[in-house]
Nanobody, 114 residues
Framework: QVQLVESGGGLVQAGGSLRLSCAASGSIFGMGWYRQAPGKQRELVATITISRSTVYADSVKGRFTITRDNARKTVALQMNRLIPDDTAVYYC???????????WGRGTQVTVSS
């Protein structure tokens, strides 16, 4: 069992930036971020493997950057040029594959105002 604790999030105007961080209780192959907007399914935002291979949703490519510190067992998501459609609860995920979807954090709210 891996526990995940997120930090960051909040309210920002469109065009602004936010940084999310997540700390894991143990080392694990895949870590990443998902988001869920009201009335929508949870969707992948970005994941990164222990070898730092990354996967991004098309909607965030060029705006978001995922990074990982294996020694500290942390993953971060730098979100730039935010738009209102980025508004959602963001969840840190981790797991034994690149999908990083076996373990979940509690989620952190990101709200982008227009």
């Amino acid at each position: 069992q891996v526990q995940l604790v997120e930090s960051g999030g909040g309210l920002v105007q469109a065009g602004g930036s936010l940084r999310l961080s997540c700390a894991a209780s143990g080392s694990i192959f895949g870590m990443g971020w998902y988001r869920q907007a009201p009335g929508k399914q949870r969707e992948l935002v970005a994941t990164i493997t222990i070898s730092r291979s990354t996967v991004y949703a098309d909607s965030v490519k060029g705006r978001f950057t995922i990074t990982r510190d294996n020694a500290r067992k942390t993953v971060a998501l730098q979100m730039n040029r935010l738009i209102p459609d980025d508004t959602a609860v963001y969840y840190c995920g981790a797991g034994p594959t690149y999908a990083a979807s076996r373990y979940w954090g509690r989620g952190t709210q990101v709200t982008v105002s227009s």
